[in-house]
């Protein structure tokens, strides 16, 4: 979706790095989420936030971290204790809690 | 605990003809659900929804049916096209539960010419 971009589109991460995925929004969206998909799997809800300065833990919060600071931007951060990194990432957005998600893109990370 | 299960990893239909999607629930408390369509590398995009005071939705080609005594779901594509081809996700939500929207493996879906 255009009022989502994701960046970068493929990212490769060296052994104990740090590594922080973007997400960038014009929708005017309150809600941000970021998924992570495997193949042959589902998506799985890493972390969410509903308004500004405020997020919480999905299924899969370990090893990552994120930030909400403004309102159109969702940060993801994948730390070296995530030790199995390597999948596609998504974000999505939404108006509010009872709407349906809108999703950018993707980035896939891999390990070098 | 696969709360979302979509038992067939795949299915192949002929062009022209219906492509039925089952999905399964086990949460009693979801009461909202979707279809997202996702081709590779690129992220899913909505198709349709429905609400569990329903239990039917249509939008042109595409239907959903609910049948909450039975936790089950279907999406009803008349007629498929080659370019339906895609992976489908059902996902499903339960309001007033912090929003979060649990999705199933995924059923990819070939249209053959």
Same mark, same amino acid.
């Given at each position: 979706d255009g009022g989502i971009t994701q960046s970068p589109k493929y990212l490769f991460r060296k052994e104990g790095q740090n590594v922080t995925l973007s997400c960038e929004q014009n929708?005017?969206?309150d809600a941000m989420y970021w998924y992570r998909q495997d193949p042959g799997q589902g998506l799985r809800l890493i972390y969410y936030s509903q308004i500004v300065n405020d997020f919480q833990k999905g299924d899969i919060a370990e090893g990552y971290s994120v930030s909400?600071? !403004?309102?159109e931007s969702f940060p993801l951060t994948v730390t070296s204790?995530? !030790?199995?990194?390597?999948a596609f990432y998504l974000c999505a957005t939404s108006p509010n809690r009872d709407e349906k998600l809108f999703f950018g893109s993707g980035t896939q990370l891999s390990v070098l | 605990d696969q709360q979302v299960k979509q038992n067939s990893p795949s299915l192949s239909v002929q062009e022209g003809r219906i492509s039925i999607l089952n999905c399964d629930y086990t949460?009693?408390?979801?009461d909202y659900f979707l279809w997202y369509k996702k081709y590779p590398a690129e992220g899913p995009t909505f198709l349709i929804s429905i609400s569990s005071i329903k239990d039917k939705n249509e939008d042109g080609r595409f239907t959903v049916f609910l049948n909450k005594s039975a936790k089950h779901l279907s999406l009803h594509i008349v007629?498929?096209?080659?370019?339906?081809s895609a992976v489908y996700f059902c996902a499903a939500s339960a309001r007033g539960s912090n929003y979060k929207l649990t999705f199933g493996k995924g059923t990819l879906l070939t249209v053959n010419p």
């Amino acid at each position: 979706d255009g009022g989502i971009t994701q960046s970068p589109k493929y990212l490769f991460r060296k052994e104990g790095q740090n590594v922080t995925l973007s997400c960038e929004q014009n929708l005017n969206h309150d809600a941000m989420y970021w998924y992570r998909q495997d193949p042959g799997q589902g998506l799985r809800l890493i972390y969410y936030s509903q308004i500004v300065n405020d997020f919480q833990k999905g299924d899969i919060a370990e090893g990552y971290s994120v930030s909400r600071e !403004k309102k159109e931007s969702f940060p993801l951060t994948v730390t070296s204790a995530q !030790k199995n990194p390597t999948a596609f990432y998504l974000c999505a957005t939404s108006p509010n809690r009872d709407e349906k998600l809108f999703f950018g893109s993707g980035t896939q990370l891999s390990v070098l | 605990d696969q709360q979302v299960k979509q038992n067939s990893p795949s299915l192949s239909v002929q062009e022209g003809r219906i492509s039925i999607l089952n999905c399964d629930y086990t949460n009693s408390m979801f009461d909202y659900f979707l279809w997202y369509k996702k081709y590779p590398a690129e992220g899913p995009t909505f198709l349709i929804s429905i609400s569990s005071i329903k239990d039917k939705n249509e939008d042109g080609r595409f239907t959903v049916f609910l049948n909450k005594s039975a936790k089950h779901l279907s999406l009803h594509i008349v007629p498929s096209q080659p370019g339906d081809s895609a992976v489908y996700f059902c996902a499903a939500s339960a309001r007033g539960s912090n929003y979060k929207l649990t999705f199933g493996k995924g059923t990819l879906l070939t249209v053959n010419p």
